[in-house]
């Protein structure tokens, strides 16, 4: 809506608004989910002062998740669930919910899932 009141024009994949739309969808499904569940979760964000992050955390680490709108996450998109995990190593599941295909867990851990499976995950309660 705000991209049409302001004219840019449609969202394309591969652009920055299209990443800030896609995460802006997986917090609508927590959202959802959390209301309709009536799970009543604390959601929150963990930064680094050198500007390492992940996008969401729910319930004092029981799950960290990152948004990455991309059909290929790399190392590079892992770093802030890597870091997560060094300084707390509490963490619960670490998920990636991306545009990939097919779903696969990294060496360390790290479930990276195309948005269908995320939506599956969520509503099947497997996240929190």
Not at 2 to 14: D, E, F, I, M
């Amino acid at each position: 809506m705000v991209n049409a009141l302001a004219r840019r024009g449609g969202v394309q994949p591969g652009s920055e608004l299209f990443g800030r739309a896609f995460e802006n969808w997986v917090f609508h499904e927590l959202c959802a989910y959390d209301s309709h569940r009536e799970r009543y979760a604390d959601y929150t964000y963990w930064q680094l002062a050198g500007g390492t992050e992940v996008d969401f955390v729910v319930n004092r680490m029981e799950c960290a998740i990152e948004c990455k709108s991309s059909a290929r996450v790399t190392n590079d998109h892992l770093k802030g669930l890597r870091r997560l995990a060094v300084d707390h190593p509490d963490v619960g599941r670490r998920l990636v919910v991306s545009l990939e295909e097919k779903d696969r867990r990294t060496d360390d851990g790290i479930l990276i899932v195309g948005y269908r499976s995320f939506v599956t995950m969520l509503w099947d309660g497997e996240l929190f």
